[in-house]
């Protein structure tokens, strides 16, 4: 019952350094997204992808590129991180022919900029 | 979009009914409304979505008034492990996920 999977759990960048998220979902979901959640706030979308092969960007997408890789996985790559990009980034999917939309998030990467 | 608005904060004591109230007074034809509880360091679960009247499932009630400009949560016979963060969005269709705005949710406090 792995649901979705996000690797790395922790990670701390310097200032200009790149990383890669890692997501991969084993629901068969078409859609997937990525969030981010600064302290006391909800949740920001950043990228979803509505099915393999297409990605749009959501309400804060600069400094941030993804990638669709297949339908399971969904990546979220900073070029050069920034101290504003401290965060805590969630990844999620959902299917939007089913009963409800409920999406199902993953246990999320706590990011730290310095 | 529509906004929504619900108690930043709320306190209960186990074993009571709680009622968590969200105002959206700008809802669309199309809308649905969402709830989702958050526990610390943890990413969001689905509660429960409805549309109109009532809706049940295993862990909570949600009541949509006629006019659909409010919603309740209802959570039955809260316990210590209900203490989370709760949000209620709103939005077009049932797939909306990528359009949801999710505010700051409302902080739900279980006392012994």
């Known amino acids: 019952n792995a649901g979705v999977t996000q690797t790395p759990k922790f990670q701390v960048l310097k200032t200009g350094q790149s990383m890669t998220l890692q997501c991969a979902q084993d629901?068969?979901?078409?859609?997937m997204y990525w969030y981010r959640q600064d302290p006391g706030m909800g949740l920001r979308l950043i990228y979803y992808?509505?099915?393999?092969?297409?990605?749009d960007k959501g309400e804060v997408p600069n400094g941030y590129n993804v990638s669709r890789l297949n339908k399971r996985e969904f990546s979220l790559r900073l070029e050069s991180a920034a101290p504003s990009q401290t965060s805590v980034y969630f990844c999620?999917?959902?299917?939007?022919?089913?009963?409800?939309?409920?999406?199902?998030f993953g246990q999320g990467t706590r990011l730290t900029v310095v | 979009l529509a906004k929504t608005t619900q108690p930043i904060s709320m306190d209960s004591y186990e074993g009571q009914e709680v009622n968590i109230t969200c105002s959206h007074n700008?809802?669309?034809?199309?809308?649905?409304i969402t709830w989702y509880q958050q526990f610390p360091s943890q990413g969001p679960r689905f509660i429960i979505q409805?549309?109109?009247?009532?809706v049940t499932n295993e862990v909570a009630s949600l009541f949509i008034p006629a006019d659909r400009k409010s919603s309740t949560l209802s959570l039955p016979r809260v316990s210590l492990s209900d203490t989370a963060v709760y949000y209620c969005?709103?939005?077009?269709?049932?797939?909306?996920?990528?359009?949801?705005?999710w505010g700051a949710g409302t902080k739900l406090i279980i006392k012994p």
């Open positions: 700008n809802i669309a034809t199309n809308d649905y």
């Open positions: 629901m068969n979901h078409n859609s």
């Open positions: 409805g549309y109109k009247t009532k």
């Open positions: 969005l709103v939005g077009p269709g049932r797939d909306s996920n990528y359009q949801l705005i």
């Open positions: 999620a999917s959902s299917e939007p022919t089913g009963l409800n939309t409920e999406a199902f």
């Open positions: 992808s509505a099915s393999e092969g297409t990605t």
